[in-house]
Nanobody, 117 residues
Framework: QVQLVESGGGLVQSGGSLGLSCAGS????????MGWHRQAPGKERELVAT???????VYNDSVKGRFTISMDNAKNTVALQMNSLKPEDTAVYYC???????????WGQGTQVTVTS
């Protein structure tokens, strides 16, 4: 059983900052990558950022230069620092992990981020 629990969402004004954190627990072994996706109302879920245990990162073009993803391999946690937030960043943010040992991905329950103009 793998569980991911996100924290840190909330309401912020445009231009502000928020930090998200995700803690993994359970049978987590063989992490291939961890990351964040988001889903805005009426839109499909999209990748925000991913990171591998080796530190390789991928970002959605819309967040490059504003968001920073980081990972603590020992604690199986992943964080997302979001700066210069825009109203279009409003969405439910989901943490996920892909385990090569299981050939499967797991998702958190999601945390709401709302950016007001």
């Amino acid at each position: 059983q793998v569980q991911l629990v996100e924290s840190g969402g909330g309401l912020v004004q445009s231009g502000g900052s928020l930090g998200l954190s995700c803690a993994g627990s359970g049978s987590i072994a063989g992490v291939h990558k961890m990351g964040w996706h988001r889903q805005a109302p009426g839109k499909e879920r999209e990748l925000v950022a991913t990171i591998t245990p080796g530190g390789a990162t991928v970002y959605n073009d819309s967040v490059k230069g504003r968001f920073t993803i980081s990972m603590d391999n020992a604690k199986n946690t992943v964080a997302l620092q979001m700066n210069s937030l825009k109203p279009e960043d409003t969405a439910v943010y989901y943490c996920y992990v892909y385990l090569w040992s299981k050939g499967a991905e797991y998702w958190g329950q999601g945390t709401q981020v709302t950016v007001t103009s």
